[in-house]
C-alpha cells in the first residue's frame, strides 16, 4: 500500500449504530487530519493530530469521536449520527502540522 | 477572519479552450497558498505551493500564479481528462490547544471544470 488508505469507501447506517472509519498513511508524516466535504461546500477542518497529540478540534460534536493510536493511523468512531452528517470523511497526512497535506480517497457516509 | 473565494463556481470548456480559474485570499499573513485537483469520489491530490507574489509553478497543461490577493490557475489548451474540480488553499499561522504556532489551512469552494472533446 502507497499514499493514503481509508476504509470502508462506502458506509451507510442508521442512526442508532456505531461505526469507525479506519485511516493508515504510508509516508512516515507525523501529522493526520480528518476533514468532511459535503456537497457545495469548502471542506471543514474536524481534528488534527500531530505526533499522536490531538491538537485540535474544531467545535466538532462530541457524536465523532477520534483516535489516533500512532502516527500512522487514524479513527474516526461513530455513534447516534444525524441525516446531516451524511458526507465524504477525508482523512489526510503531512510531515508534520501545517506542512502539506496528502488526502486519502475518502470514506462515503450515509446516514439514514 | 481568513476568507477564500474560488470562481467561477463551474466552468465548462472546449478542448483546447485555454482558460484561467481564480483564487482570491483575504488572509492576515500568507504562509503559502496550495493548489489540489479532486476527481468525482476520490481525495484531493496535491498539485502545487506558492509562497510569495510573482512565484510560478508548472505542470503539464496547468500553471499557477501568485499576486497579493490571488492566485490563478492557468490552463492551456485542457484535454477532457483535466476535467476535475479545482481546489484552492491557503495557510496562515494558528495556534493550537497547546499554544504552539502551526500552519492552518483553509480551502475555497472549489471550482468544477468541464472540459468537453
Known amino acids: 500500500e502507497t499514499g493514503v488508505t481509508q476504509t470502508p469507501r462506502h458506509l451507510v447506517m442508521g442512526m442508532t449504530n456505531k461505526k469507525s472509519l479506519k485511516c493508515e498513511q504510508h509516508?512516515?508524516?507525523?501529522?493526520m487530519y480528518w476533514y468532511k466535504q459535503s456537497a457545495k461546500k469548502p471542506l471543514e477542518l474536524m481534528f488534527v493530530?500531530?505526533?499522536?497529540?490531538?491538537?485540535e478540534n474544531n467545535s466538532v460534536p462530541s457524536r465523532f469521536s477520534p483516535e489516533c493510536p500512532n502516527s500512522s493511523h487514524l479513527f474516526l468512531h461513530l455513534h447516534t449520527l444525524q441525516p446531516e452528517d451524511s458526507a465524504l470523511y477525508l482523512c489526510?497526512?503531512?510531515?508534520?502540522?501545517?506542512?502539506?497535506?496528502?488526502f486519502g480517497p475518502g470514506t462515503r457516509l450515509l446516514v439514514l | 477572519e481568513d476568507q477564500v473565494t474560488q470562481s467561477p463556481e463551474a466552468l465548462r470548456l472546449q478542448e483546447g479552450e485555454s482558460s484561467s480559474l481564480n483564487c482570491s485570499y483575504t488572509?492576515?499573513?500568507?504562509?503559502?497558498l496550495f493548489w489540489y485537483r479532486q476527481d468525482p469520489g476520490k481525495g484531493p491530490e496535491f498539485l502545487f505551493t506558492?509562497?510569495?507574489a510573482g512565484e510560478e509553478k508548472e505542470k503539464e497543461r496547468l500553471k499557477a500564479t501568485l499576486t497579493k490577493k490571488e492566485s490563478f490557475l492557468h490552463i492551456t489548451a485542457p484535454k477532457p481528462e483535466d476535467s476535475a474540480t479545482y481546489l484552492c488553499?491557503?495557510?496562515?499561522?494558528?495556534?493550537?490547544?497547546?499554544?504552539?504556532?502551526?500552519?492552518?489551512?483553509?480551502f475555497g469552494q472549489g471550482t468544477i471544470l468541464t472540459v468537453h472533446p
Open positions: 488572509v492576515s499573513g500568507l504562509r503559502g
Open positions: 509516508l512516515g508524516h507525523n501529522a
Open positions: 493530530y500531530n505526533f499522536k497529540e490531538q491538537t
Open positions: 488553499a491557503v495557510k496562515v499561522l494558528g495556534t493550537n490547544a497547546g499554544g504552539t504556532s502551526y500552519g492552518k489551512l483553509t
Open positions: 506558492l509562497y510569495s
Open positions: 489526510a497526512s503531512s510531515p508534520w502540522q501545517g506542512e502539506t497535506q496528502y
